[in-house]
């Protein structure tokens, strides 16, 4: 066979493959967004306040200004505002106390309760916003959350860190046999993310995950590397988490750039298939 001819049936017969492996695929879950208002809550609930050490966000419950559906597009938007905490008391040391006033809003959305899935793929397109601080999010834990984390196991399908602006960020975390905190990942240099929408997305099944960003798969976790731990962590159901955090001193973050705010994080879809 000539070579141009072998090529030829090589590259339709790689075509015919992935044809064929995505054709096995059914979507069990999906969010277009196309309807207009607070995201679909048969789908989507709400964490709510100061939900993370050393993060400056409050995150509001069903508030349009931080979490809305437009024009086929899920919004959630980090605000630079006085915002008064509900659960403020005077002279309490509790974080979530102590603070009267909140200096940025946010919102976190999250399928706990509603849905959550073992293996799949899944697929989120989305568009994440620039500048200092930002620091936009799509991951997963653990259905079991109540014992504590790290012991229910995340899954960071995507991370990203306004400071570090050419970088995607795929990062598993687990307990080990001690109950400490034990995470592997990676994090390439992929371009720009902020400029446009991208798809992020997890092949995971019951002896690895695999991460994308759109076609370059660029991190696989195989449960035989964890150190001395149980992989059966991954091997049960997880929910699904969507939020935008803002930076601080304190946190991953870092320093918050207000001249970058507000902050808006655009998800197109989400897809979820087996």
Known sequence: ??????????????LSCQAQTTSKRRLIFDDEFNYNGLPDSTKW?????????????????????????ENGMLVIEGIKEQYPNPKYKAGSSNREEKQEFAPYTSASINTNGKYSWKYGRIEVRAKVPGGNGSWPAIWMLGDDHKHGW????????????GRDSTRAHATVHYAD????????GNAPVVGKPADDFHIYAVEWN??????????????????????????????KKFYLLLNLA??????????QDDAALPAKYYIDYVRIYQ
């Open 206 to 235: 019951d002896k690895s995950m695999t991460f994308y960003y759109d076609d370059l798969k660029y991190y696989t976790f195989e449960y035989k590397n964890m150190k001395d731990a149980d992989a059966n962590v991954f091997r």
């Open 45 to 69: 609930g709400y964490e709510k306040g100061f939900v993370r050490d050393g993060e400056p966000q409050y995150y509001t419950d069903k508030t349009l200004k931080n979490c809305r559906v």
């Open 150 to 161: 790290p012991l229910c196991g995340e899954i960071d399908i995507m991370e990203y860190l």
């Open 246 to 255: 803002l930076g601080s001193k304190d946190d991953w973050g870092g320093p």
């Open 177 to 184: 046999s001690l109950g400490k905190h034990q995470q592997q």
């Open 1 to 14: 066979m000539k070579p141009v001819i072998l090529l030829t049936a090589l590259f339709w017969l790689s």
